[in-house]
């Protein structure tokens, strides 16, 4: 089954991918949202100043403590400040106490009628502000789906083509618009994942040598620039009433509860929830967990971010100068003494990213297929920053062909692990709004942990890691959020670290 765009033709799905692909779009699918005409009025969207939030009471009464679940309904108002009247907002809810430097994410429920229910666990004693935004309001998210199906190029790239002295640039992309130039096909034969570029006037197509970042293309109508301003996009909701609980502590554990993430934040530590226990490890514990261990890191520049922490955290681990430029790839690192090797490696196409010879450009599943694998070896993936600008069927299709391979991998050689890293939050303008906003990392943060559920790999969340803690939202999560992951990380390594 090949999935026709109408520019683009992605990767063929046999008829058991196909079944799966459409259960896990109608899975994740997003509430219907409002149409945005050309001349619509930004006073009948969504205004959070006049949203408000309200903690709802106790089932049952009383007060609360450790093990409840916390209940609060959200009601999303336009700017007349009348209630809105269907669903669609994307709206990120936590629990936050400061002065425990503790933090837990929650999870929002949409009743597609402008009211919404965030649910929380209570996990610390003491008190818990409840802290709710707004990322879009449902009127920016017909946009960013609108922008999918027609603006897919809306970010493109470039290939440098050389041939003796004569050097020729090119434009190249997933989808390229219809055009009567020749069109040179990079489909990859193993994957299938597709890239063409526009064939340069005089060079062949084979005279393709580095790959590069291209630009973005305008893609918003009229007016819709002002449905991803600082007034609407990634803004507080305010409470009615109070906005904080006392918890009192419990014995007795957890209630049945709605809702239970992954982990969460208690004096700057991450504190897993029902997983493997998250241990604390400083350099020494880091070289005993890795040594004798073979690391291999795929994917894109937050996952480059693990490289980069261990290469600065171990003092014999030596990078090896393959010359390659910094914010690059491949990288490899190794300390002799300990025996311990790291490799990073970007993903695939698309990718963007300083120029890079088209040899260094490798599809994640075809580097997994090149693996032994065994006890002694990690692998860890993202696959999530670049992908935003594109149809879900792409991803959906990237992450099955990446699954095939981890699963052959684990068919040779079930010592292997695989830990999987998810996409985070981040801090963006109008253009990272539209291109990898913090919605599109959410649909593909939900399609991921659909297409690797129920197997044999680990998750290290980095979307509550990054929604929970108190620092701002990056792409690049700060410092301490990246040592926390590390430690989830290394407690899949060494479940028994003590």
């Known amino acids: 089954i090949l999935y026709r765009h109408n520019l683009c033709a992605f990767r063929p799905l046999s008829p058991e991918e196909a079944v799966e692909e459409e259960f896990i779009l109608h899975s994740i699918a997003w509430p219907e949202t409002p149409p945005v005409t050309l001349n ?11 949203s408000k939030f309200t903690i709802l009471p106790k089932v049952g009464g009383g007060q609360w403590s450790i093990g409840d679940q916390l209940e609060v309904r959200i009601i999303m108002k336009d700017y007349y400040c009348h209630p809105k009247t269907s669903g669609g907002d994307a709206l990120l809810a936590r629990l936050r106490n400061e002065a425990l430097d503790a933090g837990v994410s929650g999870q929002v429920v949409d009743h597609l009628n402008g009211s919404y229910t965030a649910v929380f666990p209570l996990v610390w004693e003491g008190r818990a502000d409840v802290q709710v935004t707004l990322i879009h309001p449902s009127e920016a998210i017909t946009v960013l789906r609108r922008l999918n199906n027609e603006s897919l190029d809306r970010v493109f790239f470039r290939s440098v083509f050389r041939s003796g002295s004569v050097t020729e640039t090119s434009m190249c992309n997933v989808c390229l618009r219809p055009t009567n130039m020749p069109v040179c096909n990079y489909t990859d034969i193993r994957t299938g994942e597709p890239w063409f570029c526009l064939k ?6 084979n005279a393709r040598i580095i790959h590069s970042m291209g630009g973005y293309l305008p893609a918003l109508k009229p007016l819709e620039d002002k449905l991803f301003s600082k007034v609407n996009m ?10 904080y609980i006392t918890v009192l502590p419990n014995t007795k554990g957890f209630t049945k509860v709605k809702f239970r993430p992954s982990g969460f934040y208690y004096k700057g530590v991450w504190k897993s929830l029902g997983g493997t226990q998250v241990y604390q490890f ?11 261990k073979v690391v291999h890191f795929y994917g894109d520049s937050t996952i480059r971010q693990w490289f980069e922490y261990l290469n600065k955290a171990l003092p014999d681990l030596k990078e090896f100068n393959l010359h390659t430029p910094e914010r690059s790839s491949p990288y490899v690192s190794l300390d002799y003494k300990n025996n311990i090797l790291l490799t990073y490696h970007c993903h695939g196409l698309p990718i963007r990213i300083r120029p890079i010879p088209i040899s260094q450009l ?4 075809n580097e997994l297929d090149n693996i032994h694998g065994g006890s002694n070896t990690v692998i860890a993936f993202t696959v999530w920053a670049h992908f935003g600008n594109f149809p ?6 990237r ?9 052959r991998l684990l068919a040779r050689a079930p010592d292997t692990l695989v830990v999987i ?38 998750l290290v969340d980095a979307w509550e890691m990054t929604l929970a803690h108190r620092l701002q939202h990056n792409l690049h999560p700060a410092p301490p959020i990246i040592k926390n992951m590390i430690n989830v990380l290394l407690s899949y390594i060494c479940p028994k670290h003590k």
């Open 200 to 205: 340069p006037k005089s060079l062949s197509c």
């Open 234 to 243: 990634k803004v507080p909701i305010l409470a009615s009433g109070s906005s």
């Open 421 to 458: 890293r998810t996409g985070n939050l981040k801090s963006y303008d109008v253009n990272g709004a539209i291109n990898n906003g913090d919605w599109y990392a959410l649909q593909r943060d939900r399609a991921l942990r659909e297409v690797f559920k129920g197997m044999n790999v680990d």
């Open 40 to 50: 619509f009025s930004l006073k009948n969207t969504t205004d959070p100043s006049c």
């Open 282 to 292: 400083d350099t020494q514990s880091i070289i005993q967990c890795l040594s004798g």
């Open 392 to 397: 879900m069927e792409f991803y959906i299709r």
């Open 362 to 365: 490798r599809y994640i599943a």
């Open 399 to 407: 992450l099955l062909s990446i699954r095939s391979a981890v699963l």
